[in-house]
């Protein structure tokens, strides 16, 4: 089947198919953006310290690439899940549910960008010809920067999801078709992703506070979709009340 008539299909779907659908592709984005996300981190990036980061790159070259690659498919995941949202939360206000999917598919550029920059240090470290012009020392420099970098537009994407996470919440307490405290699940999620406009401080708060807080929210509702979807018959009574 060709990705054009996968798409169509899951359009005419039911909304409870929708709804799994994406909470399907909630669950794959949250699973890889965590491989990658976790193996630079682990595996790869030694803060401050462009050698020992450099000898992790040349060591792990092929965990640098799946983490390249996966982080891309994770950001095509969200986007799915945005698409998904968006139909299924325009009946309680089409602009806003269109606002939230603009913020949403910025993070998702902003994502993809971030994984390029995870593929960026293993071009720097690669020993083509042409960077002969450098010095060793620098060209560790320049791969540590571009890894640092990373994480400079991982922080601006949280950024957008949170604004994405507080809209969604917003619909979804609006909404007759979805419990109501996941939306204030996910608006609290979306109120503590607003640290990451101070990278440090999010670093310092992120397995104690922005980690449940994410979970909190954003794993309530992937679990809600996934298993229960949405009630069909409430949605069908609100979309025709919003259409009339």
């Not at 669950?27 to 992790?56: E, F, P």
């Not at 960077?131 to 991982?154: G, R, Y």
């Amino acid at each position: 089947m060709s990705t054009g008539k996968m798409i169509e299909g899951i359009a005419k779907s039911s909304p409870r198919l929708k709804a799994r659908i994406a909470g399907a592709f909630y669950l794959a984005n949250g699973m890889m953006y965590g491989y990658a996300d976790g193996n630079v981190h682990n595996k790869i990036l030694v803060a401050g310290n462009s050698a020992a980061t450099a000898h992790n790159i040349l060591t792990n070259g092929q965990v640098l690439r799946t983490c390249f690659a996966v982080g891309l498919i994770s950001a095509v995941c969200y986007v799915m899940v945005t698409l998904l949202l968006y139909d299924l939360l325009k009946p309680v206000n089409r602009s806003i549910s269109l606002l939230a999917a603009f913020f949403s598919l910025i993070g998702c550029a902003v994502g993809a960008l971030a994984s390029f920059l995870t593929f960026a240090p293993l071009i720097v470290m690669g020993g083509a010809p042409y960077l002969s012009v450098f010095k060793v020392e620098q060209l560790q420099a320049l791969a540590l920067l571009s890894l640092d970098l990373h994480d400079v537009a991982t922080s601006i994407c949280m950024l957008f999801f949170g604004f994405y996470c507080l809209l969604i919440g917003y619909l979804i307490l609006r909404s007759t078709f979805m419990p109501r405290i996941i939306g204030v699940f996910m608006i609290i999620t979306g109120l503590t992703y607003q640290v990451f406009l101070s990278p440090p401080l999010a670093a310092h708060l992120f397995s104690h506070v922005v980690m449940p807080a994410g979970a909190l929210g954003e794993l309530s509702l992937l679990l809600w979709l996934l298993i229960f979807g949405v009630n069909p018959q409430r949605w069908k009574q609100q979309a025709s009340a919003a259409y009339e």
